[in-house]
């Protein structure tokens, strides 16, 4: 832990506001660049993304916080602001908003988007493609985000929802339903996992076990 201290921001516990205390904005002196970091990539890595999709879908993001500097996975809106991550810290800057990524067509009415409540599991499905070609992506960047979405998935003749087996995941698939008409429940298929990436993460992890019983019975 200590080789990271001064890097990742980590949660305290809550105290009661100073009176007439102003609020310092939550992220300052925000710089922005490829992302490279090797603890970055090694987190993403132990994920399940590799380093060459997590650098082409991300940014690195370096900014200081209560007066410290750490730094982040960054992912960008359709607005300017930032999704950012790191092993110990998930957070936002603003405007929050969705992330429209046009892979193929444009939403023309023939067309398929794939819905994702967040952008680990939109890197998971890209990880789990392999380099196939995939269809147009909205990413909410929260379950709270969805009427800002309906409009943009109105746009399109098909939806696929890769959203979160619990109950926040079902409403909102269930509401995507009743606004878009034609949508995929794809959620049940990385079921008893709690969304793509822990399926993503199981399935890598089983991989490795059974590479290492058929080494174990070769030898």
């Not at 967040?118 to 990880?127: E, I, N, P, V």
């Not at 909205?138 to 943009?152: Q, T």
Request: some cysteine; proline content about 6%; glycine content about 10%.
């Amino acid at each position: 832990m200590k080789g990271i201290e001064g890097h990742f921001p980590v949660s305290t516990p809550a105290t009661a506001p100073r009176r007439a205390a102003a609020t310092p904005p939550a992220f300052e002196e925000l710089c922005v660049s490829p992302l490279r970091n090797t603890v970055l990539l090694d987190y993403l890595a132990k994920r399940g993304i590799p380093s060459g999709i997590a650098a082409r879908e991300c940014v690195e993001v370096h900014y200081r916080m209560r007066s410290k500097w750490y730094f982040g996975i960054g992912f960008g809106n359709r607005k300017g602001g930032l999704e950012i991550r790191n092993p110990y810290f998930k957070g936002s800057t603003s405007p929050k908003d969705i992330t429209h990524l046009r892979h193929g067509m444009q939403g023309d009415g023939k067309t398929t988007v794939l819905v994702f409540e967040g952008f680990m599991d939109y890197l998971s499905y890209l990880a789990l493609k392999q380099g196939k070609p995939v269809p147009d992506c909205v990413i909410l960047n929260s379950v709270g985000n969805l009427p800002g979405a309906l409009d943009v998935l109105k746009g399109y003749g098909h939806v696929c929802c890769f959203l979160d087996n619990d109950d926040a995941g079902r409403k909102t698939t269930e509401e995507i339903r009743q606004q878009c008409g034609s949508v995929t429940d794809k959620a049940a298929h990385y079921l008893p996992h709690k969304d793509l990436n822990e399926f993503l993460q199981h399935r890598l992890k089983k991989a490795v076990e059974t590479r290492a019983e058929q080494k174990q019975g070769s030898g």
